[in-house]
């Protein structure tokens, strides 16, 4: 075996937002800075909704999955912005998200766990959101809850008609996404 063959690739399958949700986005960042809390928003060029992580994978795995992924039939779907809210890890808040809503990315996600059956474990809990910030300390969190729970999101409604395999190189200034593939709906709704 080549070096090549042995490197590891840490990889995700997603899609990625249009500017009118990524400007929605942007707005609601600007609002939440308001907000006192150490941590991190998520930048505007990172934004995506993982379907599924695939973790750290050689080149031989990498093909497989490419292959599996080229062979998904799905069709153009519309997606909804939904309201925000927070993923909590020993009672604090760690992640604050916006819902993704809309039947149609499940059944995508179910496809993708359905092509790699045998390669990876099946999703156990996935849920359609988008991160908006990662948080590492927080003073008052009821209040912080509380803002949450009332921050005002437009509903915005937007097609998607593609996915993509990504790879993630860790810096310390944060992740850098690399598309490896891109995958099109084979017809619109």
């Not at 292959?67 to 993923?87: N, S, T, W, Y």
């Not at 912080?144 to 790879?167: A, D, M, P, R, V």
Request: charged share 35%; aromatic share 10%; proline share 2%.
């Amino acid at each position: 075996m080549n070096k090549l063959e042995n490197e590891l690739t840490r990889s995700f399958i997603c899609i990625e937002f249009p500017d009118e949700i990524i400007k929605e986005v942007a707005r609601v960042q600007e609002v939440l800075e308001n907000q006192k809390f150490n941590g991190k928003m998520t930048e505007l060029e990172n934004l995506h909704l993982a379907l599924k992580f695939l973790g750290e994978i050689n080149q031989e795995t990498l093909n497989k999955v490419k292959e599996a992924l080229r062979k998904i039939e799905f069709k153009e779907m519309e997606l909804k912005l939904g309201k925000a809210g927070i993923f909590h890890y020993k009672g604090n808040p760690k992640i604050v998200w916006l819902k993704i809503q809309g039947k149609k990315i499940y059944e995508l996600q179910e496809k993708i766990d359905k092509a790699l059956e045998g390669l990876f474990k099946k999703e156990e809990r996935f849920m359609g959101h988008l991160t908006l910030a990662r948080i590492k300390y927080l003073k008052d969190k009821k209040a912080f809850e509380e803002y949450i729970k009332n921050l005002g999101t437009k509903e915005i409604t937007f097609k998607i008609n593609s996915f993509s395999l990504k790879k993630s190189d860790l810096r310390p200034l944060g992740p850098i996404y690399t598309t490896l593939e891109d995958y099109k709906s084979k017809e619109k709704t």
